[in-house]
């Protein structure tokens, strides 16, 4: 068996494209999905119980159904029932935000509710108005507590950017998986997609572990 790993060289240019559009659906994604997870968990905590009970079954279903499957239906059936035709792009970033709204809302609510009540009480017992209470006790802790999940939620996106490749968004997969089509170096261009997502991960992977260490919280 030859191996030509000049290909890899050859095609840098669409290989760098492809990462950038990781880069940039991750961070898409990522930037509705935490505003869009804390919608949901407000919901999920509201004393309105329809209002409760649609952000539970926002949450129960997103979170339960895979990725690659939210990916074919938003491709393929949102369109018949809406007669609206998103690029590939748009249908992977609606899949993904609603997928990582839905884990979002619960590491949100996990940690809010981590918190214990007393603290709260006793912060208005010293003056403090409720929303003062949350925003100066309540608040810094639930994040101490949430950053660390959020981290890692953040690298597992980066890697499950990858199940959109199915539907043609040109990212890192995508890109390699056609490279290899045209140039029928399967080994190469596999074993190159593996390599940059290593390279492009694990630095994200020690930084999670560095802020578990810092911000992670033990009773």
């Known amino acids: 068996m030859t191996l030509d790993w000049n290909v890899v060289w050859q095609y840098r240019g669409d290989l760098a494209y492809g990462v950038l559009l990781t880069i940039a659906l991750t961070v898409a994604t990522m930037a509705i999905a935490v505003p869009g997870g804390i919608a949901v968990m407000l919901m999920r905590q509201s004393h309105v119980r329809a209002v409760s009970f649609l952000g539970t079954v926002f949450v129960e279903f997103f979170r339960n159904v895979p990725l690659i499957l939210l990916v074919y239906w938003a491709f393929y059936v949102l369109p018949i029932l809406t007669d609206i035709q998103f690029s590939a792009f748009a249908t992977g970033l609606v899949a993904m935000c609603l997928n990582v709204s839905a884990y979002n809302a619960e590491t949100f609510r996990a940690g809010v509710n981590s918190i214990r009540k007393g603290q709260l009480e006793a ?27 959020l981290a890692s939620t953040w690298v597992s996106l980066f890697k499950d950017t990858s199940l959109v490749s199915v539907i043609a968004v040109g990212e890192l997969a995508h890109t390699a998986l056609q490279i290899r089509s045209q140039t029928f170096r399967v080994l190469e261009m596999l074993t190159a997609m593996a390599a940059i997502y290593w390279l492009l991960g694990y630095p994200q992977a020690k930084l999670v572990d560095w802020i578990h260490r810092k911000y992670g919280v033990t009773e």
Do not use: F, T
């Not at 403090?128 to 950053?147: F, G, W």
């Open 123 to 149: 912060a208005m017992a010293m003056g403090m108005s409720r929303s003062q209470a949350m925003r100066k006790v309540v608040l810094p802790q639930a994040i101490r507590r949430i950053l660390p999940v």
